[in-house]
């Protein structure tokens, strides 16, 4: 397996590759817009031996050291010599990753498959597992965004609905703001997407009118996240963590309001793109 050399001071302090930007305004009195630069994500899908084991989202980069360390931490190999190659192959939005391994490590591996339940079966490809990653979803109805007092001290508003959070810490949280502006849910996991899947359930359960009003997730918003909100027909998505550029796309490709509220400026609408933004 080769190995790295050092890395020289040139590259210590190169610059890093630049993050797409996308156009936001802010949903304030006087609104204005701006532009900030988002975090990239991808869909990975890794095989081993031709066998499909995994989709997962990640950052795009140093995806070779992704995939030994994955392999490695999750008792896929006992060695990084276990692998022989790796073949990456960029799909659009998406990557797969062909993984060659011994033939000890890719028994062990369909061994391992046999015990799993609920698993897609062997020999679905790296590029049919992507399009289950990455589904044809319905475009939702445009919805009016919230008033932007509905969004004023929310952070600390919901500080004070989050009852795991206050006594243990470690946790997420799902909210749903009706339309006057009051939180009517609140539903807390130590994960981001069962705090929206519990908050979803509930929701459903009461048999609210999810355009109405609009969800909230303090968790960073992935794609994951949005694709939850699209089949579960909310009309706007309110995140307290910056969403990723695919976050963004998906959005407004599917008329999914987006908007970010940072720590200190102006919630800022990314979805609807502002008039005349260009995608990256």
Sequence with gaps: MPRHAPLSAQQANAAPVPAPTYSYVELANEPLEGAAALASEAALAISYNGISHSVMMVSPSDLEDFIYGFSLSAGLIDSLDDIYDISLQQHDSAISADVQVS??????LKQQRRTLAG???CGLCGVEALEQALPQLQNL???????PAHLQGLRQRIQTVQTLARHSGAVHAALFVDAQGQIRLCREDIGRHNALDKLLGALHRDG????????????????ELIHKALRAGIGTLVSLSAPTSLSVQWARQHNLNLIHIPQQ????????????????
């Design 265 to 280: 400026s102006a919630p800022r609408v990314y979805s609807p793109a502002a008039p005349g933004a260009k995608q990256p």
């Design 141 to 147: 109805p445009p919805s009016p965004l919230p008033a």
């Design 119 to 121: 698993n897609s079966g």
């Design 103 to 108: 033939n000890r490590a890719f028994w062990a």
């Design 208 to 223: 609210e009118d999810l355009r109405l009003g609009f969800a909230v997730v303090t968790s960073r918003c992935s794609l």
